[in-house]
């Protein structure tokens, strides 16, 4: 069992950054794939980006990319999302997971872990 703990979120103004960490209870960060995911009310999660257990490998969703990088460090037991030339579009609920099978994956079932959320708004 693991939990997450999301912190960092916030309100900004379109064009800005934030960076979002997320983390980790326990002794096994390292053999968890993380991703950050992102869901508005009534929406269906979406993923945003996801790293590897050594974090050599890093996916994303394409209206990011260029934009947010994910990043971790396992001595810390901690993932972070750092967010630039934010836009109002990328205002959500994000969240952290991890996933303790297989390689990156854009699929939410696919992660066993989930943090609680925290609320990212960027104003116009």
């Known amino acids: 069992q693991v939990q997450l703990v999301e912190s960092g979120g916030g309100l900004v103004q379109a064009g800005g950054s934030l960076r979002l960490s997320c983390a980790a209870s326990?002794?096994?960060?390292?053999?968890?794939?993380m991703g950050w995911f992102r869901q508005a009310p009534g929406q269906e999660r979406e993923f945003v980006a996801a790293?590897?257990?050594?974090?050599?490998?890093?996916n994303y969703v394409d209206s990011v990319k260029d934009r947010f990088a994910i990043s971790r460090d396992n001595a810390k037991n901690t993932v972070y999302l750092q967010m630039n030339s934010l836009k109002p579009e990328d205002t959500d609920a994000y969240y952290c997971?991890?996933?303790?099978?297989?390689?990156?994956?854009?699929?939410?079932?696919?992660?066993?872990?989930w943090g609680q959320g925290i609320q990212v708004t960027v104003s116009s």
């Open positions: 997971a991890a996933r303790t099978i297989g390689t990156v994956s854009s699929d939410p079932d696919g992660y066993d872990y």
């Open positions: 790293i590897s257990r050594r974090g050599f490998t890093t």
């Open positions: 326990g002794r096994t960060f390292s053999s968890y794939v």
